[in-house]
């Protein structure tokens, strides 16, 4: 059985200046995000996005994306924040707390909605204590094993797994990540129950996984193209209906023989409950300018998603759909008997 050196349960900040990182992809150089000026009234300071996952990781990529665009409609500077720690709940919940004035905004996924049926002791409620600012994206997830691992195909990989549950591991950013999310609905379709290694974010889980010390693990494409193309990892199916464009010769899961593996990624930015109506409308169509800036779609096409519509990047719709996934993976959760402390 392989180990792993790299979990750590310790909750990690940190904070760094938003160009600095996005001009890292893009070959620019800058230290923040930082827009024209606008005069008086918000934003009169720094906007802090937290991201409750590691840095490197796909949330953190999405947000670093849109922090700059944003900033400059914002006609201010926004910094990124890297709060870890308990699939997200961390950090979420230091939003759920913060002052609401419009200065600290949280990029969060999935996870938002399944955290009310994975903890039992959380200290937030996603729809009570929280404004919804808009849909970012939706990102298809990438199941991706070890470049050596033996199974070629998705129903070897099955078969390989069912025949060896107690020495296969899968990996993880932790109960309730997305990857985490992703492997329970591959372990329900496939019938087996296997050694899950979590880690505090997919970034150090994909390193791994490349070292070849764990097996296998799901994760978004924001995170795995570049490892997929450069032949660092062995990737058998994409979790979407229909093929990545960025990864046309990754078959999905149901042409890959098994359709029940069907899961995307949804990101959406959040503020406290009590921000006032016209600062959340202005950090809305702050949203909708970055989502059609072309820089965005084209970074966003590179890793095998999309801004979402227009019309997704709104309260309204964001409210929608987080209450519909709360439904919809509560269901998922509670058959499978998973619980976080």
Known sequence: MRTTSRYRAARVITAIGVVSLVAACSGTGGSTATGGATGGGYPDKNITFVVPFSAGGPTDTVTRMIAEP?????????????????????????????????????????GMSTAPALYQNLDYKPLEDFQMVGLVTEVPMTVVARKDFAPKTLQELVAH????????????????????????????????????????????????????????????????????????????????????????????????????????????????????????????EALKVALADQKVIDQMAKLGTAPVPAEDATPEAHRAKLQEQIGTWGKVIADAGVKAS
């Open 161 to 284: 797994v069912k025949a060896n549950a107690s020495k296969v591991t899968l990996a993880n950013a932790g109960i309730g990540a997305a990857s985490h999310l992703c492997g329970l609905l591959f372990q329900t379709a496939a019938g087996v129950k296997l050694q899950e290694v979590p880690y505090e974010g997919t970034g150090p889980a994909l390193t791994d996984l490349v070292g070849g010390q764990v097996d296998f693990m799901c994760d978004q494409t924001t995170n795995t193209s570049g490892q997929i193309t450069a032949g660092e990892v062995k990737a058998y199916a994409v979790t979407t209906p229909e093929r990545v464009k960025s990864l046309p010769d990754v078959p999905t899961t149901t042409e890959a023989g098994l359709p029940q593996l069907q899961v995307s990624v949804w990101h959406g930015l959040y503020v406290p409950k009590a921000t006032p109506p016209d600062v959340v409308q202005k950090l809305t």
């Open 70 to 110: 944003m900033a400059a409609k914002l006609g201010g500077k926004i910094v990124v924040q890297n709060v870890e720690g308990a699939g997200g709940t961390v950090g979420a919940g230091e939003v759920a707390r913060a002052e609401p004035d419009g200065y600290t905004v949280l990029m969060h996924h999935i």
